[in-house]
């Protein structure tokens, strides 16, 4: 059994520039720890990279937040959680099923792969903009434009929207730890639900070929509700974007703080895959981890679990753990054997995993191809994003070498 010592989840935790200690002391205390959350309440945090594993296919554990007994279902009332969409994210199978094969096609390696092009030329035509001024902020400039137009085209929203979405996604993903914050969540997840209703029914008018207008026909044939349409299309709209623009902005800051693998990497290119992988797990977008609860009474790693109560999965911590990585905090782009869960594990593996890693290499290949001398700016410090579900960059401040 792991003793009962309750850790408090520091306030300043995704904006610390490095939280793996407080993780690492997590996971020294034992294989389970009660952590009191910031906005009242307490989760179970798992931090072994083994126990992660066994936890992400338990068949006690839901991905489903209106589990009986959890803190989400007893808050749910009107316009609280209750109301929010299903999406393949926060269901079981058989929905989680039937939901994610509506839209794995569009997903699958093969069909990812046959992108390539279409994002080199935005990520090219993002770098053409800068390339000539000797500075940026690599994440407003470049981290977030190129993952939000590849989701746009994909789904078929108009790229011209996507300050707002932005900004109800911003909203969205941060943790409900004032009650206005959590009212903020709730507001934009209704204002995103409803600017994607609309064009959904945009799309029924004038189908085009992109995804939304493939949901729409499956919500004609029945095989998805309305809600679930709209759940789907803003999981897709807030999973494609928020994460990757951490994951190129993170990566970009890391290599920067490490010359010497900055220097590996533009003299050996063919590391830039197994590079990405090693940004994922030293410090990947979802930190802290993904989220279940305990449909009926459960042990995990010999700690007790109560039906209803919340599960942390730390991907951040097990992606850390000397059990599993050799010098797990030494970071070493050509790491051989790199198993992280930075993307998820199991049934509700990240279906975008293919993307993400595709406009990552292509995203930080581009950089240092076309930024001669890329450094930190001098007098401007990255800013990290206020606390999110998302660990990542709100900006990124750097120079280079100006070029025509
Ligand atoms: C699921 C991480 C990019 C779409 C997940 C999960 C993780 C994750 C950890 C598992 C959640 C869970 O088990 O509860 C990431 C990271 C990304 C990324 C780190 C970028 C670096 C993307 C992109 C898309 C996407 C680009 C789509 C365009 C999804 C979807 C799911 C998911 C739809 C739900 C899958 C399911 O429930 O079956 N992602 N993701 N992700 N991700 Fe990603």
């Known amino acids: 059994m792991s003793d009962l010592i309750t850790h408090q989840l520091p306030a300043d935790i995704e904006q610390r520039r490095d939280p793996y200690p407080w993780l690492d002391r997590l996971r020294r205390s034992g294989p389970v720890q009660r952590v009191e959350l910031r906005g009242g309440g307490h989760a179970w945090m798992v931090t072994r990279y083994d126990d992660v594993m066994t936890a992400t296919a ?10 009986p007994g959890s803190a989400a279902s007893l808050s749910a009332r009107p316009g609280g959680d209750g109301r929010r969409p299903p999406s393949m994210l926060t269901t079981d199978p058989p929905d989680h099923t039937r939901l994610r094969q509506l839209v794995s096609r569009a997903f699958t390696p093969r069909r990812v792969a046959a992108l390539r092009p279409r994002v080199q030329q935005i990520a090219d035509s993002l770098i053409d903009a800068v390339a000539p001024l000797g500075r940026a902020d690599l994440v407003a400039d470049f981290a977030l434009p190129l993952p939000v137009a590849v989701i746009c085209e ?3 929203v108009p790229f011209e929207d996507r300050g707002q979405f932005g900004r109800w996604s911003a909203d969205m993903l941060s943790p409900p730890v004032a009650p206005a914050a959590a009212a903020a969540a709730e507001q934009a997840r209704a204002d995103l639900g409803g600017y994607l209703a609309d064009l959904v029914v945009r799309k029924r008018a004038e189908p085009a070929d992109d995804l939304l207008t493939a949901l729409a026909a499956a919500g004609e044939e029945n095989r998805l509700s309305d809600a679930e349409l709209v759940g789907t299309a803003v999981l897709l709209l ?12 993170t990566g970009t800051l890391l290599l920067l703080l490490h010359p010497d693998q900055l220097d590996r990497l533009r003299r050996e290119p063919a590391l830039l895959p197994s590079a990405v992988e090693e940004f994922l797990r030293y410090d990947g977008p979802v930190m802290l981890g993904v989220v279940r609860y305990a449909r009926e009474d459960l042990h995990l790693a010999g700690t007790a679990i109560a ?13 850390r753990d ?16 790199n198993p992280h869960l930075a993307l998820g594990h199991g049934l509700h593996y990240c279906l975008g995993a293919a993307l993400a890693r595709l406009e990552g290499q292509i995203a930080i290949g581009t950089l240092l191809r076309r930024l001669p001398a890329l450094a930190l700016a001098v007098n401007e410090e990255a800013v990290r994003r206020r606390p999110s579900v998302i660990r990542g960059l709100a900006t990124l401040p750097v120079t280079f070498t100006p070029t025509a």
Request: proline residues 7%; without cysteine; glycine residues 12%.
């Open 154 to 156: 994909l789904l078929g």
């Open 307 to 319: 039906a209803g109560e919340t599960v942390v999965l730390s991907t951040g911590a097990a992606n």
């Open 322 to 337: 000397p059990g599993r990585f050799d010098r797990p905090d030494v970071l070493d782009i050509a790491r051989a054997h």
């Open 238 to 249: 807030v999973a494609g974007h928020e994460t990757t623009v951490s994951l190129i902005g």
């Open 58 to 67: 338990h068949p006690s554990l839901s991905s489903d937040p209106r589990t």
